[in-house]
């Protein structure tokens, strides 16, 4: 179920979390999937979902890749993130990614990363607007570049992820496309409620 509302609706307070046992499994998983993915085959699924992203985005009007829509909760979301814009999503996904560069590229330096990681301070503004669109791909394009330039990976010096715990270089960039992922499947929901209003008003 999706829909528009005026008001926003009683959600949770940002930073409040997943689910226990959705969050117990989706550590087994990420673990999983960070000694399955490969630095290269992360990279081009990084991209893949960054193109889906900007595309959805893209077939989306100005005026409402500005509304916030309220969707029923995706794997891998917070309750607070269920009434974000299209342009939110997109603020939210470069915040997200600027901060997985600096870490893997402090990390793989085998540097310590000082900053504390919290889910609440990466949320985006409700004045998000189709400037998210460039600079979300400003933000890609240096993730990309970053990444080539650095090499291997780290897989020794981490830093923690309020729900995975500590992660080494290489399992932050798996993080970055798995994230990538969640939020164009969040875009999906969005961009059909809007479509779904669309066909009412018609």
Not at 66 to 91: A, K
């Amino acid at each position: 179920m999706s829909s528009h509302t005026t008001q926003s609706p009683p959600l949770e307070p940002p930073g409040a979390g997943l689910p226990a046992c959705e969050l117990a499994w989706l550590r087994m998983l990420f673990r999983l999937a960070c000694r399955l993915i490969s630095k290269p085959l992360g990279l081009r699924w990084f991209t893949s979902e960054a193109r889906k992203i900007v595309a959805l985005a893209n077939g989306v009007s100005a005026a409402r890749g500005t509304v916030p829509v309220l969707i029923d909760r995706i794997t891998g979301i917070e309750d607070s993130s269920r009434y974000w814009s299209i342009f939110m999503v997109l603020d939210h996904v470069r915040i997200v990614d600027e901060g997985i560069t600096l870490i893997v590229r402090t990390l793989t330096s085998g540097h310590l990363f000082r900053q504390e990681i919290r889910i609440q301070d990466v949320k985006p503004t409700l004045a998000s607007g189709p400037e998210t669109i460039s600079r979300l791909l400003s933000t890609v394009g240096t993730y990309e570049s970053t990444i080539t330039q650095l090499g291997t990976l780290g897989r020794i010096t981490r830093h923690a992820h309020p729900w995975f715990g500590p992660m080494t270089a290489h399992d932050w960039h798996c993080l970055a496309a798995v994230h990538h992922w969640v939020h164009r499947r969040q875009l999906e929901r969005i961009v059909g409620a809007l479509s779904s209003e669309v066909r009412t008003e018609r």
